[in-house]
């Protein structure tokens, strides 16, 4: 997992350009330095058409009107749920096949952490990047960096985090951030259907290898 954290972060369009330059930058790098590498290890994933398109962006409440239009996706929605693996492959493909951020979610389906939207509290500055054959690749948000808003919102489930509140005691620079599966990336570029043949050591219920 790649695991990025910026100050003086104002707006999530700030957190939108900088993953989209880095998985660009990072993917462009990988077919000019190691292309015979890639052809021997991919199974499919020679399509790189999206890398000259700009991102597409949409909001939750977006996504959501077309999970729930039954012409567009025959699958089942519930709105105000989290998306599944099926429904994020399919806005990536209802979207022509270009990574496609979802952002402004509903604040309970995130982390606490995650700074609410000045137009909407009901909803976070959040995002998910979804990818072909893989659905979401980077999670991410800005993050609140107001201590009582963040003591308001803490979950009261008997987890000690008053390390985390004092880490905003004496105020804090607006920031964001986003972690990036490894594995996903590799299966994204490589066109793996099964994310346990890009890692080293799979593990899944009742076996761990080594």
Known sequence: MLEAECAFINGLDDVLVLIEKLVKNVTTDVLNECEDDLKKSSEGGD???????????????????????????????VEGASLNKDHEKFLVE??????????????????????????????????????SNVGELVGGSLRENCRNKLEAKLPRDGVELDWY?????????????FGLGFERYLQFILGINNIKDVIPFPRWPHNCKL
Do not use: Q
């Open 47 to 77: 399509n790189f058409a999206w890398l000259d398109k700009k991102f597409v962006v949409l909001t939750y409440d977006g996504a959501a009107a077309i999970l729930k239009d039954k012409t567009k996706y025959p699958g089942d929605f």
């Open 94 to 131: 209802y979207c022509g096949g270009i990574p496609t951020f979802v952002i402004n979610w509903p604040k309970d389906l995130k982390p606490f952490y995650m700074k609410e939207c000045v137009e909407d509290e009901s909803r976070v500055a959040a995002l998910d990047l979804l990818v």
């Open 165 to 177: 509140l004092d880490l905003r005691k004496f105020g804090g620079t607006p920031s964001g951030g």
